[in-house]
């Protein structure tokens, strides 16, 4: 399919219909023989991916596969991050997919190795890897067949295990994975220094660390404050403490690190809202460090199950979003008005609020509906 698809009157058409009425595409003939018009759609799909998940890949002759191959690569966003702590001499993607992550992990290496078991998903990383100028070695095969037959060792191992079972049911746990991380951890660790793996936003932090004990470091990777990827780093060595790190890029938010564990040794003050109110970003409430937070940045937080914080005075380096608020009755709401609505701990979803109050979404103000510890409260920004 590759030759085909990169021959220059079919990529010319590709580029004028990147607007075009898909479905109503879908329904004519392809004008090129050998290519179906499915294949060709295909392309168009993967350039409107592209232009907001890996724009590095919009280059003429990039071939891109289907659609649920573009669903599961990484985007551009994470990968970079990723790509600035890890370096060495040889690297390997054991998963290598669509190979985002790969292109841009390898970076600081000077030897890549691919493997991946779909040989025509090979074929197309390896087809766009010569366009973007990047060489690897790329080998088809089963992880597990590699695993078996190998013989060299490697500074780091990257593996982003399919989190689909057999039903194409999304699964999570390590064992559920695959390749099954527990069953494969010590071969792993055997042929390389250092293994980095990707794993799903909803793994339980406190499970990951009780299955591999090899772990050493943490990153819990948000994008405009949707949780994107946890990332975990394994090594023989013996390090003291597993290090974890909160990120939430382009949010402009700094990164908030911490050592895992220390959250059980520390104790929230409590208290009312007063001026200033901070909700955590996303990655920070994945990793549940609230009374961390609370002492970290000298913060009161309202109620045991209300993860919000106040304080009189703004900090303007929290990792969060920060409002200047007071404290509302409900009489005071008045109807037909604009807010955007947050409603934490609090018995109704913001849907529930708006058709309540009768308000219309969007706009600059806020209205947050919580729970303090003297009972239900609402607060309104300043």
């Not at 708006?354 to 219309?360: M, N, V």
């Amino acid at each position: 399919m590759v030759n085909k698809i990169v021959d220059q009157n079919v990529q010319q058409y590709i580029n004028a219909n990147l607007h075009a009425d898909l479905h109503a595409l879908l329904l004519k003939k392809s004008p090129f023989p050998g290519i179906s018009m499915q294949e060709i759609v295909q392309q168009i799909k993967g350039k409107q991916v592209a232009q907001k998940k890996f724009p590095f890949l919009l280059k003429d002759g990039v071939v891109f596969p289907p659609q649920l191959n573009l669903e599961q690569a990484s985007s551009e966003t994470t990968a970079v991050y990723k790509s600035e702590i890890l370096k060495g001499n040889t690297f390997i993607d054991l998963t290598c997919g669509f190979g985002v992550d790969a292109y841009y992990l390898s970076k600081n290496f000077h030897t890549i190795t691919l493997v991946e078991q779909n040989a025509e998903l090979l074929q197309i990383v390896e087809h766009n890897w010569n366009i973007v100028n990047r060489k690897a070695t790329c080998i088809n095969q089963k992880l597990e067949d590699f695993l078996e037959d190998n013989r060299d060792l490697f500074d780091v191992i990257y593996l982003d295990p399919a989190r689909r079972d057999a039903k194409k049911n999304k699964v999570f746990l390590l064992e559920d994975l695959s390749p099954n991380i527990l069953e494969i951890q010590e071969k792993l660790l055997s042929i390389s220094k250092e293994v980095v793996i990707k794993l799903s936003p909803l793994i339980d932090l406190k499970y990951l660390v009780s299955v591999l004990p090899p772990i050493f470091r943490i990153e819990i990777i948000a994008v405009k404050n949707e949780v994107k990827e946890v990332v975990v780093f394994l090594s023989k060595a013996i390090r003291e403490g597993i290090s974890c790190n909160c990120v939430n890029l382009e949010s402009g938010e700094p990164v908030f690190s911490f050592q895992f564990g220390s959250e059980e040794n520390r104790a929230a003050e409590y208290g009312e809202p007063e001026k200033y109110i901070y909700i955590p970003n996303n990655a920070v409430l994945k990793a549940g460090i609230f009374n961390l937070i609370s002492q970290k940045f000298g913060l009161k937080k309202l109620h045991p199950n209300t993860h919000i914080f106040t304080s009189d005075r703004k900090i303007p380096d929290f990792t969060g979003r920060i409002f200047e608020m007071e404290s509302i009755e409900a009489k005071q709401i008045q109807k037909k008005s604009q807010f955007n609505i947050i409603s934490k701990n609090y018995p109704l979803k913001p849907e529930e609020i708006k058709k309540k109050y009768s308000l219309k979404d969007g706009g600059e103000n806020y209205l947050i509906f919580t729970q303090s510890k003297k009972g239900k409260i609402i607060l309104k920004s300043v």
